[in-house]
């Protein structure tokens, strides 16, 4: 059977999806760290708000992973909404 390229483009464009999704809330983690530890150094303040901007970017990271799947699976259903087909 002859490869078609748009189905390996297909492939190889989810492995890439997939595969960044594990990277996104460690970074939100450490960018929530890296601020918070900023601004407690400039209000010279307790790790409080470290503590609370790591807890808001592993939230806004697991919020993240959630929306690119839900994007994902809407995507493998069919169900794009407004593709310009003129098909009903």
Do not use: C, N
């Not at 996104?24 to 960018?31: Q, R």
Request: charged share 10%; no cysteine; net charge negative.
């Amino acid at each position: 059977m002859p490869r078609t390229p748009g189905k390996l483009t297909s492939v190889w464009a989810q492995i890439g999806l997939y595969s960044s999704l594990g990277f996104i809330v460690p970074a939100g983690a450490v960018g929530g760290y890296i601020a918070g530890w900023a601004l407690d150094g400039w209000l010279h303040t307790t790790p409080v708000l470290a503590m609370i901007m790591t807890l808001l970017g592993v939230a806004s990271g697991i919020i993240e992973v959630l929306r690119i799947l839900f994007r994902a699976e809407k995507d493998a259903d069919g169900d794009s909404a407004g593709t310009g087909s003129g098909q009903g």
